[in-house]
Nanobody
Framework: QVQLVESGGGLVQAGGSLRLSCAIS????????MGWFRQAPGKEREIVAA????????YSADSVKGRSTISRDNTKNTVVLQMNSLKPEDTAVYYC???????????????????WGQGTQVTVSS
């Protein structure tokens, strides 16, 4: 079983930055592809970014491309989403997710992911 715990959310002014972290624990039984999703009130949960186990493959949604970076440190079992130039429309609960995958692959869809964290609130004020 894999446990995921997000941290780093909060209230920030538009144009500011946040660094979201996901701590991974437990036994996966294989390599984990990781993703960050977000869900705003009244909206579907959507992918923000994803990264392969090796870190060589990454994905960023168009809505955050150029403003966010996903990275991981497998020695520390952490995945980080750095978000810059934040906008009010980035306001959402951000979730970390994990999926057992071959080491160089990533998953793009919510339904693909096996494990989820509880989420961390990000609020961007205008």
């Amino acid at each position: 079983q894999v446990q995921l715990v997000e941290s780093g959310g909060g209230l920030v002014q538009a144009g500011g930055s946040l660094r979201l972290s996901c701590a991974i624990s437990g036994r996966a039984g294989g390599s984990l592809g990781m993703g960050w999703f977000r869900q705003a009130p009244g909206k579907e949960r959507e992918i923000v970014a994803a990264i392969s186990w090796t870190g060589t493959m990454t994905y960023s949604a168009d809505s955050v491309k150029g403003r966010s970076t996903i990275s991981r440190d497998n020695t520390k079992n952490t995945v980080v989403l750095q978000m810059n130039s934040l906008k009010p429309e980035d306001t959402a609960v951000y979730y970390c997710a994990a999926k057992l995958l071959p080491s160089s692959l990533i998953a793009y869809y919510r339904i693909d992911y096996d494990y989820w964290g509880q989420g961390t609130q990000v609020t961007v004020s205008s």
